[in-house]
Structure formats: structure tokens, C-alpha cells
């Protein structure tokens, strides 16, 4: 896991004593083993403004906590096991590239189970965000390497598995249109292409944003499930990024429409992540058609 997001350090925190023979094999692997001592003993050393014992964000440390949201995925319908089992196993074995098309492709195949109404789906739809956050991350890094200078195409590029795959696809639609098949945009592309390179855009223009969508991803899938009520900008408080909230917000957007999910789906992430921070009115307050529904929208980014 260190490797794959490129981490400076990596520590297991154990809840008993740690045997010799764990320690050898943690300085062999560069990984850091620590007791809870240890662990008290470096939050000393690395403050940080946040409430991490007694607030909001305590739920993402206390054992229960994050042990709920752990067992979340666990006793839900079969319909949602095959998103459940890419989430736990499938993203973290396939080509980086394939999951920004995988994960809309799971979620648009449980579309007709996914219930916003659900407190443990909301959850799991929060854990998809955060997922597709970090195939995000991936994109980025190949754009920034490739072709800065055209986005567009190195969007289209790497979510096709590369310039030799895309050339392939390319082929392979010309020989089925000169064959009489009828033949769209999907073969090469999916049809949100488009709008996947305006979300990258956004985080191209952002790096300083990334750790911080992530961070609120995480924070609102273990609040969700743990009955936490307080939303992204009243947990973090002074700390808060709202451009990180809102970019978190796109994503929860962008899965939605792609992927064919229920709108309360974006609308439950948005009161979550920037209605507060835009001084916005919750959805659930909002009478039906009111043109603040989307109030979530006030907090403009720029796509370049």
C-alpha cells in the first residue's frame, strides 16, 4: 500500500507487545511497528490542530468506529457483491487505468439496488468516491508525464490502456463500421468521456487538493455508518479546504450521472461536503424545485 500511493513512511500499529521476530521483519519490509505507546508517543511529536480524541473525526480512529466500517460491506444484498468483492479485491490487482472505467461500470450494474434512503449504502457509495479519488491520482500522474499540453488526449490515452490500445480500438471499430456493423463512440471510448476529462481537468489545476479529497472521502464513509452527523467543514473546522470539498463533490456528482445512480446519491455528498461551506441550504430543507436545490454548485473551480 506504500508503494502504491508513493508514501514517505508506513507503520502497522499493533494492539499488543510486538514479538522480536515481527520487528526484524518489519526493518527488512521498511515498514514501522508500533505498540499504542509508540503511536501515543509520535502524536506528541507531530501535533496537529485537529480533534482526533473527543470531535467528529474520533470516529476514524476508535476501534468501533472503524470497525463498522469495515464490517459495512458485510451482509448486503447479493446483488451488491460484485461491487463489493471489486472494491475489496479486483481495484487493487487490475491496471490502474481500467478503474476509472470499472468503478462507474460496477456501480451502473447495482444502479437498481443502491437505495440513497440506505444509511450502509451511502457508505459504500462514499467508499466508491473514495476509490475513484485514487484512480484519479493515477490518471494525473500519467497526464502530468505524457502530454500537459493536451489533456484531452491523454485522458483519452491512458483510459484506453494506452497509445497502442487506443490505436487497436480505433482499428477494430473502423473494420466492424466497413463490415456493415453499426457502430458508436462506447467502442473506443466510454460516454462520459468527456466529462471524466473536465473532472481531471479540475484536479490537474488542484494538486495541492488531492490528500485532502481523499481525507473527507474516508471521513464521511466511516461518519456515515458510525451516525456522525457533523458535515466535512463542521469536522475539519478552521482546516477545511473548501476546493477539496467541492472536487470531492464533482466526483459524487460525476458517479452519479455516469453510472445511472439515484440524484439523492449527489445530493445527501453535497450537503455532506460544500452546502455549508457555500451558504447553501441542506437538500432535505429545500422545497422541491427550488432553484437552490443545487446550492452546492456556489463554490466555482476553474477547469484550466
Known sequence: MADFVEADDAYLVRANAVPSAARTLSSRLGVGILTPDDLASMVRVFPTEL?????PLACMFDLH???????????????????VDYLDFDYWVYEPYRNLTQVVAHLS?????????????????????????????????????????????????YAAGGELALREKNQMAKLLARNGFDIDSGVVHPPYIDSLITLITRFLVHPSELADVLRYAEYLGVAEITRVPETVGQAFGAS???????????????????????PEFKSAARDRSVVDLTGGVPSNLVPPGDAQ???????TIPDS
Open 293 to 299: 436545490q443545487e446550492s452546492g454548485d456556489q463554490l
Open 65 to 83: 468506529g472503524v470497525g463498522a466500517h469495515l464490517d459495512s460491506h458485510s451482509g448486503l444484498s447479493r446483488k451488491l457483491a460484485p461491487l
Open 240 to 262: 477545511v479546504r473548501p476546493v477539496a470539498a467541492k472536487l470531492f463533490a464533482d466526483i459524487c456528482s460525476f458517479l452519479v450521472t455516469s453510472a445511472g445512480l439515484r
Open 51 to 55: 480533534d482526533l480524541e473527543s470531535g
Open 109 to 157: 450494474d447495482a444502479a437498481g439496488t443502491l437505495n440513497p434512503d440506505d444509511r450502509v449504502h451511502r457508505t459504500l457509495f462514499y467508499d466508491c468516491a473514495w476509490h475513484y479519488a485514487l484512480a484519479i491520482v493515477r490518471a494525473l500522474a500519467f497526464v502530468r508525464s505524457t502530454r500537459m499540453a493536451d489533456v484531452p488526449a491523454a485522458v483519452r490515452i
